[in-house]
Structure formats: structure tokens, C-alpha cells
């Protein structure tokens, strides 16, 4: 099976990166939950939360680093990107997290963002050039491709954005049917009393 992987670092939004863990792993994913920077990381409402692993655990670091990137990248289904501005600002600094998620796309993995991190980071890094997607209103006006503007959830090829907080839901409800199609989210939406 696939690995899907979710990145957080201190400030990040609770309910963006809550909800589609939760959904996820309701739908029996694989999903890991990785600091950026620690294993226990504190929202931005001061929720403390204990990571599976942190991302120097993940990829390794020296030499190694780099080939064990390309290999996690190979295997990916999804990387998530929650908001915040603490949060996304981190991971748009994180090198080697901006390796993980270029190297996913490049391999045809899906590659997720909500709120801010869309555009700070894969805006940041390029990855939405040419790209349909939105954020949260007023930001990614500097890049060279424009967000769109009241659009709640895009899917644009690989790319799954969303605009915020308010907007979580529906973010998690579309992962879950680009990774597993129409009837599992039927499911998911009937066993949580969303239907």
C-alpha cells in the first residue's frame, strides 16, 4: 500500500490538519503524521500533539538523505500540507521537506495544501505554476500564477488545495475520493452522519 503523509510544524490550524487525518485513517489509510522540527508540536491554538515520526526520522540525514527521499517520494500517494502562518512558513523554509514533496509530485504522487500552504510553500517552491488553485484570500498575489479567488476546494491534475479552516471538511472529503474513488467516500460520509 501507499504511503500518505501529513506535515506539521508548531502553529499549525487544528482542524486543517486534523480532519483529514481523521478521515483518512477512517478510511483505513496508511497515513503518517510528521514534525517538522520536533515530535511534539504545538497548533496554533495551543493544542500540544505527539507526531508517528519527525521528518530528520524519516528520511535519514547525510548521504543518505537524499536517495532515502527519492525512494519515500516513489511510494507516496499523498503529502499533506496544512496552514497557519507559523506553520506554513516553517514548512516552505524546510528544505528537505520541499525535496520530499518536488520529488513526490515528480513521481505522480498526489500533493495537498490548505490555507496558507498553498501558497507560501508549493507556490513558494513553484509546484502551482500553470496551476488552477486557491488559498486563503488575499495571499499568493506575488506568484507568478494567480489563486483563484472564493474557490473553497480545486483539484487540479495532482494538486488538492483548499482556502482555509472553514473549508476543511470538504478538503478532506476530496482526498479521500481522489484516493478512493466516489463510493468509499459515500461510505465515509454515511458513517460520520454527513449524508
Excluded at 484570500?137 to 482556502?163: H, N, S, W, Y
Excluded at 471538511?169 to 482526498?175: P, T
Aim: net charge negative; aromatic share 6%.
Amino acid at each position: 500500500m501507499e504511503k500518505i503523509f501529513l506535515f506539521i510544524a508548531d502553529g499549525f490550524e487544528e482542524v486543517e490538519a486534523i480532519t483529514p487525518l481523521d478521515y483518512l485513517r477512517r478510511c483505513g489509510a496508511d497515513l503518517t503524521l510528521v514534525g517538522v522540527g520536533a515530535k511534539v508540536i504545538r497548533s496554533s491554538r495551543g493544542l500540544a500533539v505527539t507526531c508517528d515520526i519527525t521528518l530528520s526520522e524519516l528520511i535519514g540525514e547525510g548521504a543518505n538523505a537524499k536517495k532515502n527521499v527519492e525512494q519515500l517520494a516513489a511510494g507516496t500517494a499523498l503529502a499533506i500540507l496544512p496552514g497557519g502562518l507559523p506553520n506554513s512558513r516553517t514548512l516552505s523554509k524546510n528544505a528537505e521537506l520541499r525535496s520530499f514533496i518536488t520529488e513526490t509530485a515528480k513521481h505522480g504522487g498526489l500533493v495537498a495544501a490548505i490555507c496558507a500552504a498553498p501558497a507560501l510553500a508549493l507556490g513558494g517552491w513553484g509546484l502551482l505554476e500553470g496551476k488552477r488553485f486557491t488559498c486563503y484570500p488575499g495571499m499568493g498575489e506575488d506568484l507568478p500564477t494567480q489563486p483563484i479567488k472564493g474557490a473553497r476546494v480545486i483539484r487540479d491534475g495532482q494538486f488538492i488545495t483548499a482556502c482555509g479552516a472553514g473549508a476543511a471538511e470538504e478538503f478532506a472529503f476530496a482526498l479521500v475520493d481522489a484516493l478512493y474513488g466516489e463510493k468509499k467516500l459515500i461510505e465515509l460520509k454515511s458513517s460520520i452522519a454527513a449524508l
